[in-house]
Structures are given as structure tokens and as C-alpha cells.
T-cell receptor, first 112, second 112 residues
Framework: DADVTQTPRNRITKTGKRIMLECSQT?????MYWYRQDPGLGLRLIYY???????NKGEISDGYSVSRQAQAKFSLSLESAIPNQTALYFC???????????FGSGTQLSVL | DAKTTQPPSMDCAEGRAANLPCNHS???????VYWYRQIHSQGPQYIIH???NNETNEMASLIITEDRKSSTLILPHATLRDTAVYYC?????????????FGSGTQLTVLP
């Protein structure tokens, strides 16, 4: 089983809909992250969390919100989806002194 | 904050060494350099990281210049499966904490 699991793998939704992307991890890491990737570009940080009570905005947090329900779960919500939020979304975790990132398989989101 | 500069693309013949350069001239003295790679649209995969000494693991070697302003990732015997986008990254401030942010990376194509 994957250490970092994202659901769903693919999602198509309509403009204005609320949508939630979920991430769970079995690595026991405290730190979790949401990144967004647009075609041909690198990853941009949306939100990050150091523990259940610590949530921080990343580079591009507008239009997104997050919830850290437990150490192992970190969900990303789009309150009112818009077409330019069509992208590949990655969840990641890190822990330990070296702070290596471990990524999920990604969620491809399309907003029509 | 430290940023990195990488060539957008490189080719390498199968079986030969692939040498991927990275400039990080504004890196601070206690910052690590990390390398990740992304195959197709999969989640990025950690390769190696280092501070000032050269590092080697089962995947690659990392050569960091003495002034720490640049580094080179070496894949000693590239295979077709090494075709990927390679990211050289350092931590930059996002809000109040330093986080790993990904630029566009280098598209390495291993040719048969």
C-alpha cells in the first residue's frame, strides 16, 4: 500500500461547485503539504501544516482552504471551483531531520 | 531567499553518465540542496541531498562546489527509465517558515 494516498485520482467538476481532495498517510509524519502543478511547470505550494493545530498558507492559497483532521489526514477544498484551478494536485509529507518530502500519486482535477 | 537555476532540457545517451547542473548562488550557509525527479505526471521522487560534502547513494551522486554556489547531480549509467524532469531545490521562505518550492527543473531525455 502507498504511504501517501490521495483520493480521488481524477475528478471532473463544474464551475462553482465545492470540491474536496483528500490525503492520508501512514508514514507517521507531522508535516503535510498540498502542491499544485500546471502543465509544463513546477510545483507550487498551496498550504502546509506542521501539526494538527498548525496550518500555514503557501505561495498560492487564494481560492483554497484546508483541514487537518488528524495527524494522518490533510484535505484540500475548493469552495467554488473555477476553470483556472484545473491542475494536477499533489499531497506530500515530511518528517525527520532531513525533511525529505514523500509525495502521493496526485489528483488530476478538471473544472469545466 | 535562495533560488535555483537549471537548464530547461538535456539529452544523454543510454549507458553514459548524465550530469545535471544547478546554480544556487544565493544559498545560505546552513541550507541543504535537494534533488528530486518526476517521471511523467507521477509524484516527485526524492533522489539525494547535501550540504557541503559530496554525497552518493544508490541512485546518484551529488557534487557541491566548495563555495556552495552550484552543484551537479550525476546519474552514472543513465537508462531509459531515468528520462524525467529533475528538480534542484532549496528552501525559501513561504510565510514564516522555509519550505521546499519547485521551479521548472531540467527535462532529461535518455536516448537509446
Amino acid at each position: 500500500d502507498a504511504d501517501v494516498t490521495q483520493t480521488p485520482r481524477n475528478r471532473i467538476t463544474k464551475t462553482g461547485k465545492r470540491i474536496m481532495l483528500e490525503c492520508s498517510q501512514t508514514k507517521g509524519h507531522d508535516r503535510m503539504y498540498w502542491y499544485r502543478q500546471d502543465p509544463g511547470l513546477g510545483l507550487r505550494l498551496i498550504y502546509y501544516s506542521f501539526d494538527v493545530k498548525d496550518i500555514n498558507k503557501g505561495e498560492i492559497s487564494d481560492g483554497y482552504s484546508v483541514s487537518r483532521q488528524a495527524q494522518a489526514k490533510f484535505s484540500l477544498s475548493l469552495e467554488s471551483a473555477i476553470p483556472n484551478q484545473t491542475a494536477l494536485y499533489f499531497c506530500a509529507t515530511s518528517g525527520g531531520a532531513d525533511e525529505k518530502l514523500f509525495f502521493g500519486s496526485g489528483t488530476q482535477l478538471s473544472v469545466l | 531567499d535562495a533560488k535555483t537555476t537549471q537548464p530547461p532540457s538535456m539529452d544523454c545517451a543510454e549507458g553514459r553518465a548524465a550530469n545535471l547542473p544547478c546554480n544556487h548562488s544565493t544559498i545560505s550557509g546552513n541550507e541543504y540542496v535537494y534533488w528530486y525527479r518526476q517521471i511523467h505526471s507521477q509524484g516527485p521522487q526524492y533522489i539525494i541531498h547535501g550540504l557541503k560534502n559530496n554525497e552518493t547513494n544508490e541512485m546518484a551522486s551529488l557534487i557541491i562546489t566548495e563555495d556552495r554556489k552550484s552543484s551537479t547531480l550525476i546519474l552514472p549509467h543513465a537508462t531509459l527509465r531515468d528520462t524525467a524532469v529533475y528538480y534542484c531545490i532549496v528552501r525559501v521562505y513561504v510565510g514564516s517558515a522555509r519550505q521546499l518550492t519547485f521551479g521548472s527543473g531540467t527535462q532529461l531525455t535518455v536516448l537509446p
